[in-house]
């Protein structure tokens, strides 16, 4: 039995070589036996299997070494896409920061016979803005009670407590604060306006007192009438968005959305005059 294992064994070794010597052989002949080509088939197979298997263990191994600098390019990618990102919230911050400087330069421009002190927000005075918003300057500052405060898009309300180094401000959406009011498209200074919430919460004002025979329309503008010495004129409040009648009262009523946003004020101006004997609040 042991004879015939080792015979088979020999018979392989001899023909595996006998193959391959045939393969050689083809390869410099263009022109190949019906034999030539039955071997050449039958090893295709064969070929094209270690071949795959050789590539694959080829580019695994490339994989292996590669896989730790892949890795530190990845984490090194990642961090610069941090910082690009850090970058961009920092310069969109900046740009609208400048935005409203600038607006706030355009205000002063428009109503050079005031004087105006800058201030930033630093807090709510009460549980919300709603309440009220503490601003950095007092009475060190200049700042007195009952001084007009506005924003680059228009008033925001009224200086209605100093301290030596802080005030603070109530807005329109306050109860307590009322605005004498003119339409400008009709010069009309009777209503009054104040703050307003509708039903969707949002923050808007009404104007009262109007007369029945007003023309107040959508789309009109709402300013500051400068009645009561307490405003100063034409600083805009907001825009029409819908008017009504009180057949009661015998009166329209305007319903107005501010032009400032109170959710989203950062910088704000106190209204100072250059003469207090002249110009009142």
């Not at 029409?240 to 910088?267: C, F, H, Q, R, S």
Request: charged share 25%; net charge neutral; glycine share 8%.
């Amino acid at each position: 039995m042991k004879f015939f294992k080792n015979k088979l064994a020999v018979t392989v070794v001899v023909l595996s070589v006998a193959f391959l010597g045939l393969i050689g052989i083809s390869i410099k002949r263009d022109s190949r036996s019906f034999v030539e080509d039955g071997v050449t088939g039958a090893l295709n197979p064969v070929q094209k299997v270690f071949y795959n298997i050789s590539n694959s263990i080829k580019n695994f191994g490339e994989f292996a070494v590669n896989f730790s600098d892949v890795k530190k390019e990845n984490e090194e990618l990642k961090k610069k896409n941090n910082e690009l990102e850090s970058m961009a919230i920092e310069y969109r911050s900046l740009k609208n920061e400048n935005e409203r400087l600038r607006d706030l330069v355009n205000f002063k421009d428009q109503k050079s016979e005031y004087e105006y002190l800058t201030c930033n927000i630093i807090g709510n005075a009460g549980n919300s803005f709603l309440d009220g918003y503490t601003i950095d300057r007092g009475k060190n500052d200049g700042l007195e009670k009952g001084m007009v405060v506005v924003a680059a898009k228009g008033l925001v309300g009224q200086v209605t407590s100093v301290a030596s180094n802080w005030a603070i401000v109530q807005s329109l959406t306050n109860e307590n604060i009322a605005v004498a009011a003119l339409v400008e498209s009709t010069r009309e200074t009777v209503g009054i306006v104040t703050g307003y919430r509708d039903s969707n919460g949002r923050l808007l004002a009404k104007v009262y007192n109007l007369p029945l025979t007003s023309e107040v329309k959508e789309g009109d503008v709402i300013l500051t009438s400068g009645s009561g010495n307490i405003y100063p004129k034409d600083i805009k409040i907001g825009e029409v968005i819908g008017v009504t009648e009180d057949k009661v009262k015998l009166m329209k009523v305007a319903i107005v959305e501010p032009y400032v946003d109170y959710n989203k004020l950062e910088e704000l101006m106190v209204i100072v005059p250059k003469d207090k004997r002249e110009i009142k609040y």
